[in-house]
Nanobody, 123 residues
Framework: QVQLVESGGGLVQTGGSLRLSCAAS????????MGWFRQAPGKEREFLAA????????YYADSVKGRFTISRDNAKNTVYLQMNSLKPEDTAGYSC????????????????WGQGTQVTVSS
């Protein structure tokens, strides 16, 4: 079992920044590919970014490439999502997840999920 707890969400103005954190516990964090996802009301869950076990490789959705940065600190069992140049359309619940698959895992390969943290971007 892996427990994932997100934090760092909140209300921010357009163009602002937020840094989300996802703290993991319960098993060896450093063996999992980690990903960030979001879901807005009435929309499907959307993949945002993934990071390899070592942190040496990352993968982003086109919608956030160049604005969001995923990173991880295996010593702290934590993965981060730095979000810059935020837009109202970034408003959603943001969740982290753990996969035993590769960097390009399908959403179904992510087996552990956090409860999420809300990000609201005002115009």
């Amino acid at each position: 079992q892996v427990q994932l707890v997100e934090s760092g969400g909140g209300l921010v103005q357009t163009g602002g920044s937020l840094r989300l954190s996802c703290a993991a516990s319960g098993r060896t964090f450093s063996t999992d590919t980690m990903g960030w996802f979001r879901q807005a009301p009435g929309k499907e869950r959307e993949f945002l970014a993934a990071i390899s076990i070592s942190g040496g490789a990352t993968y982003y959705a086109d919608s956030v490439k160049g604005r969001f940065t995923i990173s991880r600190d295996n010593a702290k069992n934590t993965v981060y999502l730095q979000m810059n140049s935020l837009k109202p359309e970034d408003t959603a619940g943001y969740s982290c997840a753990a996969s035993r698959g590769s960097l390009y895992s399908n959403m179904g390969d992510y087996v552990y999920w956090g409860q999420g943290t809300q990000v609201t971007v005002s115009s």
